[in-house]
């Protein structure tokens, strides 16, 4: 499966982006998908997962209550809705899938990645 990320941009803190994956090939509705960051000079860190059917979503804790994962299988894309964005949410954000199904807060857990869309927040 290929994926396309894509959403990103320059926002102001306290804004809002959303974010998508959208898939190709394969058959998306199979897969878990997850959103990760990677800030200049930091690791790749989880940001939210979602299962493949939906019914089950992952936070990291420095994004609950601010961010909302879902999808729509017969889209075959995965949505990151960010709001109250802070600056330290500035990032590459990448979307991965994860064959399993479940989903993942660890990078390693996926099998395919997308290219990554760049979020900055600005004061």
């Known amino acids: 499966v290929q994926l396309q990320a894509s959403g990103g941009g320059v926002v102001r803190a306290g804004g809002s982006l959303t974010l998508s994956c959208a898939a190709s090939g394969g058959t998306f509705s199979n897969y878990a998908v997850g959103w990760f960051r990677q800030a200049p000079g930091k690791e790749r860190e989880f940001v939210a997962a979602?299962?493949?059917?939906?019914?089950?979503?992952y936070y990291a804790d420095s994004v609950k209550g601010r961010f909302t994962i879902s999808r729509d299988n017969a889209k075959k894309t995965v949505y990151l809705q960010m709001n109250s964005l802070k600056l330290e949410d500035t990032a590459v954000y990448y979307c991965g899938a994860d064959k399993t199904g479940f989903g993942s807060t660890w990078h390693a857990g996926y099998d395919y990645w997308g290219q990554g869309t760049q979020v900055t927040v600005s004061s």
């Open positions: 979602i299962s493949w059917s939906g019914g089950s979503t």
